[in-house]
């Protein structure tokens, strides 16, 4: 087992990692003050090909292996300058790597040569819906064959990007299994609510979307006759959100270390507290947990292997954690904490959407 990161990883990381301070970390307060991600960022980031690498040449990709692995480390990298930019910057993946890896020939053709190109366009994936106790492998949103098509009937909240998106992925239950349907922003079943005003993530878009007998042609069900293998899926985006959740925390932690350092009561610096210096420890340790359960997941689902329970304890640790980590870093900083002039609030938001949120990103 070796937990060092090949020349291809180191590259590809610090890669993101210069992006992140040249671009993202600057602006992210700006960002989160006015609710929205300037277009040229997310060019940047997709001139990087983040989304579409992975892609075969003949569709306009770049042809790359897929990695698991390699996503979470670009996923952390991203989100340690800020949580939202990252989901958005990486929303077109909800969309084409689906189609990439589990499509018919006909919609790989189709749909990924409307996207691999040079400026970054919207797509995305719907999945969460806005109920209590709602539960990615129950859906509510449901699907029925009619007239050799599908109609589709049900609620999604929190869909990134969607009122920019031509496309995007929704996921429905059909015949007692889930599956995902491609829709088009103009479908007339398809309404799109106004963006959502949520906790966290202010700079992010999302929205509400609304499927009244919204009917789909048949061959716009992802995959074959069988359908998408929609449990892999999830899986990806479980692993992607723990590494966003990873980011995360190490920013709150590199920024709660620092100020303890430099921040000074009676004649000492507060790191010097015991109190403070177990905290810092506590969150130092936590971020490495939560890496490492992240890249065990992302190492299985490399390897072909069934992730499930590998991805969903990474998940569920890194919805803990990220909470303990940031909301440590929040009694580090005091009163300085709870002022948005600092970016340990907007962390502690953050954090709190990790455990709640599902198909916000994929690996």
Known sequence: MDFSLSRQQKMVKD???RLVKEVVIPRAQENDRNGCIPDDALQKVWELGVSVSMIPEEFGGYGSPASAVESAIILEELAYGEMAFAMAATAPSLFLHPIAEM???????KYLPLYCRDTFKSCTMAVNEPHYGFDAVALKTAAAKKNGAFVLNGDKCFVPLAAKSDHMLVAAELDGKNALFIISNDNPGLVIDEKETNLGYYSLETHELKLNNCEIPAEDRLGEAGGCNFDR????CRVAMSAMATGLARAAFDHARDYAKNRHQFGEPIACRQSIAFMIAEMAYEV???RHLTWKAASRLDAGRDARREAYLARLYAGEKAMRITDFGLQIYGGHGYIREYPMERFYRDARGVAILEGMATV
């Open 15 to 17: 890669e993101f990692a």
């Open 103 to 109: 499509g018919t020939e006909k919609q790989k053709k």
């Open 233 to 236: 899926i999830l899986q990806q």
């Open 288 to 290: 490495e947990a939560m």
